[in-house]
């Protein structure tokens, strides 16, 4: 079985300061990982994917996120917070390979301050 | 282009009441999810399909849940005598190839109360 925990479900950053979102996961088999951003009134959109590839993956808005196998981590950071960012970020993982569910963290709320 | 739509956008029923809930995905696009969100809460898996194949309804929380895709584009999520933990937005979600690597595009959701 799989499973995200997503430490915070409240995040607070000013304006220009660094977004840091945390996400941990359980899994007995390589996972894929992904960070969804869901906006009030719409559907999830994604922002960026681990898929085995490269460690540190680049995703829109200019969001990162590095995958650490050491440390289960896959923690989702963006170098200056903008007003525009505010909206609710989800974490999830799959099981490599056939299509499979999305398992999902149960969300971190970022709030952006002047 | 058109993304992933549903409708209706929000459901009031009463207790006891069936509804059905409509998606339709991106054109073209093998794999179909759905999933709900309880309030405060992360998405968690229903059923998925690939074309009109159900290959796993592990997630329906019981037998008043039905899905079906029979011609492997639009789906619809029946619920039988819907009670109140029913409450819940319910996301669709459609993806262009069968591998779990590939990006699952989400609908808006459509937000079902349960008086």
């Known amino acids: 079985a799989q499973s995200v925990t997503q430490l915070g479900s409240h995040v607070s950053v000013s304006e220009g300061a660094l977004v840091l979102l945390r996400c941990n996961y359980s899994?007995?088999?390589?996972?894929?990982l992904f960070w969804y951003v869901q906006y009030p009134n719409q559907g999830l959109q994604l922002l960026l994917k681990?898929?085995?590839?490269?460690?540190l993956v680049k995703g829109i808005n200019g969001f990162e996120a590095e995958f650490k196998k050491s440390e289960t981590s896959f923690h989702l950071t963006k170098p200056s917070a903008h007003m525009s960012d505010a909206a609710e970020y989800f974490c999830?993982?799959?099981?490599?390979?056939?299509?499979?569910?999305?398992?999902f963290g149960t969300g971190t709320r970022l709030q952006v301050t002047l | 282009g058109a993304g992933v739509s549903q409708s209706p956008r929000y459901k009031v029923a009463k207790r006891g009441q069936d509804v059905a809930l409509r998606c339709d995905p991106i054109?073209?696009?093998?794999?179909l999810f759905w999933y709900q969100q309880a309030l405060g809460q992360g998405p968690e898996f229903l059923t998925y399909?690939?074309?009109?194949?159900?290959?796993?309804k592990s997630g329906l929380p019981s037998d008043r849940f039905f899905a079906e895709r029979p011609e492997g584009s639009v789906s619809t999520l029946k619920i039988q005598r819907t009670q109140q933990e029913d409450s819940a937005v319910y996301l669709c979600?459609?993806?262009?190839?069968?591998?779990?690597?590939?990006?699952?595009?989400f609908g808006p959701g459509t937000r079902l109360t349960v008086l």
């Open positions: 399909f690939q074309n009109e194949a159900q290959l796993d």
């Open positions: 899994s007995s088999v390589p996972p894929y």
């Open positions: 979600a459609s993806s262009l190839l069968a591998g779990s690597y590939n990006e699952q595009f």
């Open positions: 999830a993982v799959s099981k490599a390979g056939t299509a499979s569910k999305l398992t």
């Open positions: 054109s073209g696009h093998v794999s």
């Open positions: 681990y898929t085995s590839a490269a460690t």
